[in-house]
């Protein structure tokens, strides 16, 4: 099994959601699930679907990430700083018409009519911004590239570079990931917790990530769990 660790340097702002209301935040740590759907796609493993439908698009099944040969850690926040953008939307039960602030000045005329423009919704994002960087490991049965370029977030329009660097020594995991898409027992991530001593709780349940794993007792008892060693 092939270890890969990845320098991931953000070129574009990166928006996705950590916490809704009136404002959408990001949080520090890019989650194990973007990122390795982030992988998949580029490498293959899944082909992209551009629409779900029924429960699925309510509430997405990550059980296909468990099928593939490939398992991607949390990214580990290096140097992080954010971004603020605010978006209008003239749409009260959707954002496919995301518009930013449009100047008093500017000429209806030149936007196909002459009738002010109707904004029904305002809604702030809090993303990270372009110059961030992690640090990510993924696990796979063959070497991966040295040079990746991921696009994930709201749109998938977050630009991620990923550059290979010396191997890991300590990883962030993410909880969700190894229970409820990996079938990890209790026991198993209680002994992960107990050998970091560090977990970082988010706003979504999807979002708690156990800090500063040791790479040796992921290669000896999880990767085994997850991968078939």
């Known amino acids: 099994m092939a270890m890969n660790t990845y320098h991931a340097t953000l070129y574009t702002p990166l928006f996705y959601s950590s916490s809704e ?56 926040p290096i140097d992080v700083n954010f971004k603020e953008e ?6 009260y039960l959707s954002e496919r018409r995301l518009t930013v602030t449009i100047s008093k000045e500017t000429d ?9 423009i109707p904004i029904n919704k305002v809604r702030r994002y809090v993303g990270l911004a372009p110059g961030s960087t992690f640090e990510v490991t993924a696990w796979s049965e063959e070497t991966l590239p040295d040079d990746l370029l991921l696009t994930l977030g709201i749109r998938r329009s977050g630009e991620l570079r990923l550059k290979k660097t010396k191997p890991a020594s300590k990883v962030h995991l993410n909880i969700y990931m190894l229970s409820q898409v990996y079938g990890l027992d209790e026991e198993t991530i209680l002994e992960l917790y107990k050998s970091s001593g560090k977990l970082v709780r988010g706003s979504d349940y999807r979002k708690h990530h156990i800090i500063d794993v040791d790479v040796k007792l992921v290669n000896d008892r999880i990767l085994p769990l997850i991968l078939g060693g």
Request: glycine share 8%.
């Open 108 to 116: 209806p005329a030149w936007m196909g009519s002459r009738s002010p």
């Open 86 to 91: 605010t978006f209008k939307s003239t749409e």
């Open 21 to 76: 209301g009136v404002i959408l935040a990001s949080d520090r740590t890019l989650g194990s699930t973007a990122l390795s759907y982030a992988f998949a796609y580029y490498l293959g493993y899944l082909k992209k679907r551009y629409f779900l439908y029924g429960k699925e698009a309510e509430n997405h099944q990550y059980c296909e990430l468990a099928k593939i040969k490939l398992f991607v850690s949390d990214g580990k």
